[in-house]
């Protein structure tokens, strides 16, 4: 069974940058077919995916936040992580991090999910 646990910080202040991380266990993030995403809900609206690493390494970004996005990893921690910049309040969300076999970029389609962090971007 694999289990992801988020963590990073709940209160971001705007223009900062947003970092996340996701410990992953019951598999190896550099195996398989596996795709490592971050996908995020802001209040009131629907889950919006922002981007993914491939076992092999290879990184896919939503075009729409591509500029304020690096995803990155810690094969030795079996961990992967997001760093969104210049966040405003609109980027104030629960963000989760996810992984299924296979590609793709609906949150839908996504078998495991981490619990979720809450974070506020705010003054």
């Known amino acids: 069974q694999v289990q992801l646990q988020e963590s990073g910080p709940g209160l971001v202040k705007p223009s900062q940058t947003l970092p996340l991380s996701c410990s992953v266990s019951?598999?190896?993030?550099?195996?398989?077919?596996?795709?490592w995403s971050w996908i995020r809900q802001p209040p009131g609206k629907g889950l919006e995916w922002m981007g993914a690493m491939s076992a092999s390494g290879s990184i896919y970004y939503n075009p729409s936040l591509k500029s304020r996005t690096s995803i990155s990893r810690d094969t030795s921690k079996n961990q992967f992580s997001l760093q969104l910049s210049s966040v405003t309040p609109e980027d104030t969300a629960n963000y989760y991090c996810?992984?299924?076999?296979?590609?793709?970029?609906?949150?839908?389609?996504?078998?495991?999910w981490g619990q979720g962090i809450q974070v506020t971007v705010s003054t």
């Open positions: 996810a992984t299924r076999d296979g590609w793709s970029d609906s949150p839908g389609e996504y078998s495991y």
């Open positions: 019951g598999a190896s993030i550099t195996t398989g077919d596996h795709y």
